[in-house]
T-cell receptor
Framework: NAGVTQTPKFRILKIGQSMTLQCTQD?????MYWYRQDPGMGLKLIYY???????DKGEVPNGYNVSRSTTEDFPLRLELAAPSQTSVYFC??????????FGPGTRLTVL | GQQLNQSPQSMFIQEGEDVSMNCTSS?????WLWYKQDPGEGPVLLIA?????ELTSNGRLTAQFGITRKDSFLNISASIPSDVGIYFC?????????FGAGTRLTVKP
């Protein structure tokens, strides 16, 4: 199993640009999550999904959108990038909503 | 929402020393999780605790779920250089997951 994979590893965006961060898991997990981690800080939950077709807002959802059309994929969309969205983004998955397995992260800079 | 407070924020220790860090909350958690994050990587689960009072070990790591369900601690015995990293506590909040701000551990050889 590859576990949780994320692409790209790094990205630089200009203010106002849009992009999609990809996340895929091959563990047949029901739950998937998107977090952001700012320098020196813990993780903040952006959105999560408890199964295909179901998504919910986390602690910091503003400026982001998600979709969950399949069990494996959970892409995160930034429509109008802002400098405040400069962060490291982690995707995670879990089977029943407790123990989470994380991807390697996407480092995003918005200039 | 539920907040997790971790302390200390950072620790600088000598190789071979024991380390203790803790996590507290104003609300009850039914599960406590401890993760480690290496530089440039995602967090990796170290220990999961599911029952108040539970004491669980994973090699040199030992974690306890507090009796009040509002706290947990993590001990690392005989630290080695590869213990360097950031240690996070976390707890599920319904379908959400809350993380502490982390304890940054530096081990001097």
């Amino acid at each position: 199993n590859a576990g949780v994979t994320q692409t790209p590893k790094f990205r630089i965006l200009k203010i106002g640009q849009s992009m999609t961060l990809q996340c895929t898991q091959d563990m047949n997990h029901n739950y998937m999550y998107w977090y952001r981690q700012d320098p020196g800080m813990g993780l903040k939950l952006i959105y999560y999904s408890v199964g295909a077709g179901i998504t919910d807002k986390g602690e910091v959802p503003n400026g982001y959108n998600v979709s969950r059309s399949t069990t494996e994929d959970f892409p995160l969309r930034l429509e109008l990038a802002a400098p405040s969205q400069t962060s490291v983004y982690f995707c995670a998955s879990s089977y029943i909503g407790d123990t989470q397995y994380f991807g390697p992260g996407t480092r995003l800079t918005v200039l | 929402g539920q907040q997790l407070n971790q302390s200390p924020q950072s620790m600088f220790i000598q190789e071979g020393e024991d380390v203790s860090m803790n996590c507290t909350s104003s609300s009850i958690f039914n599960t406590w999780l401890w993760y480690k994050q290496d530089p440039g990587e995602g967090p990796v689960l170290l220990i999961a605790l599911y029952k108040a009072g539970e004491l669980t070990s994973n090699g040199r790591l030992t974690a306890q779920f507090g009796i009040t369900r509002k706290d947990s601690f993590l001990n690392i015995s005989a630290s080695i250089p590869s213990d360097v990293g950031i240690y996070f506590c976390a707890g599920p909040n319904n379908n959400d997951m809350r993380f502490g701000a982390g304890t940054r551990l530096t081990v001097k050889p």
